[in-house]
Structure formats: C-alpha cells, structure tokens
C-alpha cells in the first residue's frame, strides 16, 4: 500500500503528538518490486485486538489501519506473554504493516467529530459548530466541537436519533433537573473520552464516549444532560467514511475492508 495514499487521506499533522502516538507503528513492507506492486487488502478497525490480527491474518490483509495506536508507549521488550505484543510479533511474521491515525482524523475537518455533530444533530439544525480547542495552524480543525443549534430539540428526541446513527441499542444519558424533556440548544461533541475537553466549558448537553463518574456528575449537577456511548462506540462508525476515502486512492484492484470482530470491550446485556 503507497504511504503516500494515507497522507492524502490521514493529514498527521493534526494529530496531538504531546501524548498522542500516530503514524505508521509497524511496517513490514517489503523491497520485492513485484509485491510491492502487486494488489492488497487493507483491513480498518478501531482497536487491534488479538482477533482483529487474527482476521487480518486469515483474510489476506497486509496493512491495517487502527485507528487506536496499538503501540502506544515506549517498549523496552518485546514478549508473548503481553496479549498486544503477541499480536505485534504475528503481524511482524505475516508481513503485515499497522498505521494509526487517532487524534488527526479526531481534529480534521471532516473527520469523527464532525461526523458525530451531524449524527445527533443533523446538518439542517446545526446553527454554528466550532472546534473547541482549534488547532494552531488550522482553527477549522481540532478538538472536540461545540455546536449551536437552530431550532432547540429535547433530550428525549435525541437520544434515539444517537442510536439509530451510530448503530446502537443502548446509550448512557444523565438527565439535567428538567428531565427527558430538557430543551437542547448547544451541544459539546468528543469522540472518545470527552472529560478533558469539556473542561470548563458550557453546554446544553454534552456528547461522548465515556466521563468519569464525577464529570458526569458535575455537568448533571450543572443544570446539563449527558449522552455517553461508550468510548470507541463513536469512533467506529467513521470507519466507513475512510474506507471511501482509502477506495478513492488506491488501485482499483486493491480491496478495503472493515473488521468484523472488531467491537467496543464493554456490551450491554
């Protein structure tokens, strides 16, 4: 897979490198021409969990794209014993090549962010929607997003228009004093984790994967409602928007595919 195809799509620059670990994590290319040439099969997931490499291995697939960088400290050994190196060590036999993205498609214009905005919002109602912490190069970019709606929406309409967009079957909500019927006219986006984003900030209603326990609390408390979906639960359903991108570059011979057992850690039973 050409690298310069992922920088077309993936624009690292955005990614925050102060903690973040992004870019090609593994590469197991090889300098055969031939293979190099020949087509390949790319494999998205959110997390690269031991079946994820499992999969990939059993379908072909010679580059994964993780959108959580599964190597994500230094590593002064490498054993077998630690499920995510043993994974490390398969792919390494298997040729296969990993590349993370995370925080630079979180902060792209475009990217999950954005893409959570219109799912509880919708493009038709969405006011104004600006990054809450704006990159340094780029203020249309970065992370987290606040948005004003045009029309205010109750919680209670919300929350199924959340599960139908991002394919789920439960939600965590904090309602505020005033219950399902809380009357919505801003909302607070961050895919992932949304704690440390939305310090300090004001909102109707706050939308996230996951809050600590006394964060959800304090905006509860606050007089705001709150929709958590489970961390990567509003990450993966962007998956197919870079498989259309990741289509758009490659050969047409080249096959893009996302992981079925890739899944958040948490289920509800």
């Known amino acids: 897979m050409s690298k310069t195809s992922v920088k077309r799509v993936v624009n690292a620059t955005l990614a925050d490198k102060s903690w973040d670990n992004t870019g090609l994590l593994l590469d197991s290319s090889v300098e055969d021409a031939a293979q190099q040439n020949s087509p390949i099969k790319v494999l998205l997931t959110i997390d690269l969990t031991q079946s994820v490499a499992d999969e ?18 230094g590593l002064k050994s490498i054993t077998p014993q630690d499920p995510q190196q043993r994974s490390l060590l398969r792919l390494v036999k298997n040729d296969i090549s990993v590349y993370s993205p995370h925080t630079a498609v979180d902060s792209a214009k475009g990217g999950v962010n954005d893409f959570l905005v219109d799912a509880i919002a919708g493009k038709s109602n969405v006011q104004n929607s600006a990054p809450i912490e704006p990159d340094s190069s780029n203020p249309e970019c970065g992370m987290g997003r606040l948005v004003n709606l045009k029309q205010p929406i109750n919680l209670k309409a919300l929350v199924p228009r959340v599960k139908e967009q991002l394919g789920l079957d439960h939600v965590h909500v904090a309602e505020s004093k005033n219950g399902p019927d809380h009357e919505i006219r801003s909302i ?10 939305f310090k300090g900030l004001q909102a ?42 990741l289509e758009s570059e490659l050969q047409s011979s080249d096959e893009v595919i996302i992981s079925a057992t890739d899944r958040d850690p948490f289920q509800t039973w």
Do not use: W
């Open 204 to 245: 109707d209603l706050y939308f996230t994967g996951e809050l600590s326990h006394h964060e959800a609390l304090f905006f509860k408390e606050s007089g705001s409602s709150v929709i958590c979906c489970n961390h990567s639960n509003t990450e993966r359903p962007f998956l197919r928007y870079i498989k259309e991108q």
């Open 188 to 197: 607070a986006i961050c895919a992932g984790s949304g704690g440390g984003v």
């Open 56 to 73: 990939a291995i059993n379908k072909g697939a010679k580059f994964i794209m993780a959108y959580h960088p599964f190597i994500f400290r």
